[in-house]
């Protein structure tokens, strides 16, 4: 059978066959393949299907045929964002495990939240590997996808179009979040956001926004990725940046929030949540009687400070070692790339930032 004229083969597929299979224009279609944060999730749904429909970007890397006279590591390099941040060591030590049982080992490499120092440990790494995983990389997708196609890659905590990935759903973590405010009484909120480029950052903000039935800042039509029922439009949200996504980014987000105080606080993370509440206390402002704190991760900090943090928990020593047992699974040859993302499932777990007396 001769293919159509109008039926691009997978290695002819341009973003403009991509734009016309999404009902987008070509310029949305590399907004969204390389800033997904630039366009609402929907979109880059919608994108990221057709592209995968279309077979765009999807010749990745395989080790399980090496070249003459090339040998297996057997090792799997990790690059994460910030290894003093508990969400990562998690992740680390989920992959460690995955990783122990396939005869494994795991490199880390540390890229302390700086721009672009994740392309120089991928280049300084990829030669004593056999497999990548990228925990939230600072990158674009395509540098994720130059990466995919010199080794097998599998993607953490966010989806790149062709590119294996586990998720964590931020989306339905920020609706719960909202809706526990909401219930204990709260009639605004703010959201304390994350780094520019952390896809998990854009889709809680975009679930806080569709929790409450108010589009946000840089909404469209097709905003909302799923139908909220029941939005809370009695509650208010207000955003906006920490300097950093540590303790210390908290602490200075607090000054800020101060000068515009609400009823609650959703934080980043779980560490800019602590420094938040930290100097909160240190300002006189009761937790959680003055103002309510969530944070996400679910990190140990969460049970030793004071008060003890609410926080919307995913699996994520779960969602390392799939990541890892992917990854050997690819270098082996035992499974092909993963189709959609595996999207590991949220739940919120209420202590004392959020029971008012």
Same mark, same amino acid.
């Given at each position: 059978?001769?293919?159509?004229?109008?039926?691009?083969?997978?290695?002819?597929? /341009? @973003?403009? #066959?991509?734009?016309?299979?999404?009902?987008?224009?070509?310029?949305?279609?590399?907004?969204?393949?390389?800033?997904? #944060?630039?366009? +609402?999730?929907? /979109?880059?749904?919608?994108?990221?299907?057709?592209?995968?429909?279309? =077979?765009?970007?999807?010749?990745?890397?395989?080790?399980?045929?090496?070249?003459? =006279? $090339?040998?297996?590591?057997?090792?799997? =390099? @990790?690059? *994460?964002?910030?290894? $003093?941040?508990?969400?990562?060591?998690?992740?680390?030590?989920?992959?460690?495990?995955?990783?122990?049982?396939?005869?494994? !080992?795991?490199?880390?490499?540390?890229?302390?939240?700086?721009?672009?120092? +994740?392309?120089?440990?991928?280049? +300084?790494?990829?030669?004593?590997?056999?497999?990548?995983?990228?925990?939230?990389?600072?990158?674009?997708?395509?540098?994720?996808?130059?990466?995919?196609?010199?080794?097998? /890659? *599998?993607?953490?905590?966010?989806? *790149?179009?062709?590119?294996?990935?586990?998720?964590?759903?931020?989306?339905?973590?920020?609706?719960?979040?909202?809706?526990?405010?909401?219930?204990?009484?709260?009639? &605004?909120?703010?959201?304390?956001?994350?780094?520019?480029? &952390?896809?998990?950052?854009?889709?809680?903000?975009?679930?806080?926004?569709?929790?409450?039935?108010?589009?946000?800042?840089?909404?469209?039509?097709?905003?909302?990725?799923?139908?909220?029922?029941?939005?809370?439009?009695?509650?208010?949200?207000?955003?906006?940046?920490?300097? +950093?996504?540590?303790?210390?980014?908290?602490?200075?987000?607090?000054?800020?929030?101060?000068?515009?105080? /609400?009823?609650?606080?959703?934080?980043?993370?779980?560490?800019?949540?602590?420094?938040?509440?930290?100097?909160?206390?240190?300002?006189?402002?009761? %937790?959680? #009687?003055? *103002?309510?704190? %969530?944070?996400?991760?679910?990190?140990?900090?969460?049970? @030793?400070?004071?008060? &003890?943090?609410?926080?919307? $928990?995913?699996?994520?020593?779960? %969602?390392?070692?799939?990541?890892? $047992?992917?990854?050997?699974?690819?270098?082996? =040859? !035992?499974?092909?790339?993963?189709?959609?993302?595996?999207?590991?499932?949220?739940?919120?777990?209420?202590?004392?930032?959020?029971?008012?007396?």
């Amino acid at each position: 059978m001769t293919a159509r004229a109008d039926d691009p083969s997978p290695s002819r597929v /341009t @973003i403009y #066959d991509v734009a016309a299979a999404a009902g987008v224009s070509g310029s949305t279609v590399s907004r969204a393949l390389s800033r997904p #944060d630039r366009v +609402s999730f929907a /979109t880059a749904e919608k994108v990221r299907q057709a592209a995968d429909r279309l =077979g765009y970007k999807r010749e990745l890397a395989t080790r399980h045929e090496p070249t003459p =006279g $090339a040998h297996r590591t057997k090792n799997l =390099g @990790i690059i *994460v964002a910030d290894i $003093a941040n508990p969400f990562f060591l998690e992740i680390v030590q989920g992959a460690e495990h995955a990783a122990r049982v396939g005869n494994f !080992q795991i490199v880390v490499a540390n890229v302390h939240e700086v721009a672009g120092r +994740s392309v120089s440990a991928a280049e +300084s790494i990829i030669p004593r590997i056999d497999g990548l995983l990228l925990a939230s990389a600072r990158l674009d997708n395509s540098d994720i996808a130059k990466l995919a196609r010199r080794v097998p /890659t *599998v993607v953490v905590n966010r989806p *790149v179009p062709g590119v294996p990935s586990v998720l964590i759903d931020n989306y339905d973590g920020a609706l719960k979040a909202t809706r526990l405010l909401a219930d204990m009484g709260a009639r &605004s909120l703010t959201y304390i956001a994350g780094p520019e480029k &952390s896809w998990a950052d854009a889709t809680r903000l975009r679930g806080l926004f569709d929790a409450v039935g108010h589009p946000d800042h840089d909404s469209r039509p097709d905003t909302r990725a799923r139908a909220v029922t029941d939005p809370l439009h009695h509650v208010s949200i207000a955003h906006f940046r920490a300097d +950093s996504p540590d303790t210390l980014g908290g602490r200075r987000a607090f000054a800020r929030w101060a000068k515009s105080p /609400t009823d609650a606080v959703v934080c980043f993370n779980d560490l800019v949540a602590v420094g938040f509440m930290q100097q909160a206390q240190k300002e006189g402002v009761a %937790v959680p #009687d003055d *103002v309510a704190v %969530v944070g996400f991760d679910n990190t140990e900090l969460c049970t @030793i400070v004071q008060p &003890s943090l609410t926080t919307v $928990a995913g699996p994520l020593r779960t %969602v390392g070692r799939v990541a890892a $047992a992917n990854a050997m699974a690819l270098v082996t =040859g !035992q499974r092909s790339h993963m189709v959609k993302p595996r999207i590991l499932p949220t739940r919120v777990i209420e202590r004392e930032s959020t029971r008012r007396r």
